[in-house]
């Protein structure tokens, strides 16, 4: 049932940072946007790149109308004025720097002079956060690249890097789907986890009625199946769906950004 007095044939990109392969990403989000659309007369049209990299300077572009994304933070992006109007229920992220469960890794020091894995340049807790920790504690490595998390993962998986930097919570998703064991070396303070922002372009009406659609899911019959049903795809831990945030809500991830030492971060 569409909210009444919603102008119909409105259609808004919602892009969608890169973590897993396309296919999964729109197996878990379309049905999401779809019930969004039915509630509001606005279709989002779910825009994906192959890597972080490339979301990332489609977001520096403001190509997406609406964004799922962390990295809307970081000095390029953040041009663009994204506004933060929805965040994850749930527990936050957490950067980790992970190994396999019967590696000979046991500490940070173990990595130095090693070849570490990390999804991309452009991860936030996947990549810089972690190398920051890393340079911090003078603890050397190597980094490579697998595109984005769970390209990563499966590198770690296939033992082709002895650690990876990571999302707390795509790691455990992804070692529940794949049956891996694994061991955390060493993990970050929390952030919120990622955001669905708006472009300052969008109309302010139609943002809020997106983000009050999206607010309402969990506490919707419909909504909470259509969760539940999206979060089996990637094996989700509940609560599901997203709740009301504004941009204060990520200052820690600025603050991040203001004083790391990483500076190589795309």
Do not use: C
Request: no cysteine.
């Amino acid at each position: 049932m569409l909210i009444p007095g919603v102008v119909q044939a409105e259609t808004f990109s919602f892009g969608v940072l890169s973590q897993r392969s396309p296919v999964l990403t729109a197996e878990h989000w379309n049905p999401i946007l779809e019930y969004v659309e039915r509630r509001t007369g606005v279709t989002l049209l779910l825009k994906i790149t192959r890597t972080a990299p490339e979301s990332n300077d489609a977001i520096a572009r403001g190509d997406y109308d609406f964004v799922y994304s962390n990295t809307i933070f970081l000095p390029d992006t953040s041009r663009q004025g994204y506004r933060v109007i929805l965040r994850p229920k749930g527990e936050p992220i957490r950067g980790q720097l992970v190994t396999l469960d019967d590696s000979g890794v046991n500490k940070l020091t173990d990595l130095e002079g090693r070849e570490v894995g990390f999804p991309s340049r452009a991860a936030f807790v996947g990549y810089a956060v972690p190398m920051d920790h890393l340079l911090r504690d003078s603890v050397r490595v190597t980094p490579v690249f697998g595109g984005n998390q769970e390209g990563i993962m499966g590198q770690l998986k296939a033992r082709r890097v002895v650690a990876a930097g990571v999302n707390s919570q795509v790691m455990r998703a992804f070692a529940a789907r794949e049956g891996l064991r694994y061991r955390v070396l060493w993990e970050s303070p929390a952030y919120h986890n990622l955001p669905i922002s708006a472009h300052p372009r969008v109309p302010a009406r139609v943002a809020d009625r997106v983000r009050q659609a999206f607010a309402s899911m969990p506490e919707d019959a419909e909504g909470t199946k259509v969760l539940a049903s999206s979060a089996a795809i990637i094996k989700q831990s509940p609560p599901f769906g997203f709740q009301l945030s504004v941009p204060k809500d990520y200052q820690n991830y600025i603050d991040f950004y203001r004083h790391t030492l990483v500076k190589d971060i795309e």
